[in-house]
């Protein structure tokens, strides 16, 4: 009993390790992201403004424009690598995202309705939850009807379809969406941004995420068994269709609600899971708060360089689509070696 008291708590250690620094780095990266843009500060101005003893001019800058602006790529960030870590787990695949299962599109296009029905920031959010429900409950409902094929393709197949089918509607909504009012902010939030966002923005999502990761942390030792297989998890006493129901149900919010903050953010929940993986290992109460450590400063970093590189703001989705698309690629071919 000892010794295996000792081999559970031994492995704990370099990754309680790991999660401490990664939280340290964490901080230092909002730090300076605080301080960069074009009114520049200096570590002295900023640590003032935020103590609340600094001109106010500073103290308007870091406190109506960068802290809420660094809070939702923190939240963002750490949301997606969630729930992609989450998905990947549960289908026992990591080349599985939100993105290609539908979840995205699907949320997507729920916002963009709710966005055409000129409806509040709190019934967007709902509508982005049922688009997305929607879209990863077909999907997997599909993939259970066809037997005789692999999964994984076929899970990735159908969300190609239902992601093609969510882009046609939501084109379609721009059509017909007020070119003067509406389309300019259908067609800015599906680039993803988090420019103008403040703390009144932020407040409806922050709830529905830690919702959505309450479960998550809770079921993390089921979600493991589910990941050996159905078979395995019915013989030692998982109901497997619940667990795999809140499991689903909650990356699915957590994504849904995060999509209505920034828009579409692609490719978060599949390069960062990854990433996190190959640092602590498959073991989801471990790869869980990597993630959503390693997500959190990976679009903070990318949405500081977002505003910041260029005079015009480039949206975040093209930015992580041009790191993210090289790493599939990449993940592909490791795939095709024999990694799985």
Known sequence: MGQGTTADVAPRRPVL?????????????????????????????????????????????????????????????????????????????????????????????????????????????????????????????????????????TLVLIGVVIGALAGAATSLLKVMADPYDQLPAITFWLLGSLAAITTEDILPALPLVAIGLVPLALLRWRINVLSLGDEEARALGIEVGRTRFLVIASATLITASVTALAGVVGWVGLVIPHIARMLVGPGFGRLLPVSVLIGAGYLLIVDTLARTIAQVEVPLGILTAVIGAPFFVWLLARGRRGWT
């Open 17 to 153: 390790t790991l999660t401490g620094g990664l939280a340290l780095c964490l901080a230092g990266l909002a730090f300076v992201a605080v301080m960069i843009g074009p009114f520049g500060l200096t570590p002295g101005q900023t640590m003032m403004a935020l103590l609340g003893q600094g001109d106010a001019q500073a103290e308007i800058v870091v406190w109506n424009i960068r802290l809420p602006r660094v809070g939702a790529a923190l939240l963002v960030g750490a949301a997606l690598a969630a729930a992609g870590a989450s998905y990947q787990a549960l289908f026992r695949n990591p080349l599985v995202s939100p993105d290609i299962l539908g979840v995205s599109a699907g949320a997507g296009l729920g916002a963009v309705a709710g966005i055409f029905m000129s409806l509040p920031v709190a019934a967007i959010q709902i509508s982005a939850f049922v688009g997305g429900m929607v879209a990863v409950g077909f999907v997997t409902l599909v993939a259970s009807m066809i037997r005789n094929a692999d999964r994984t393709l």
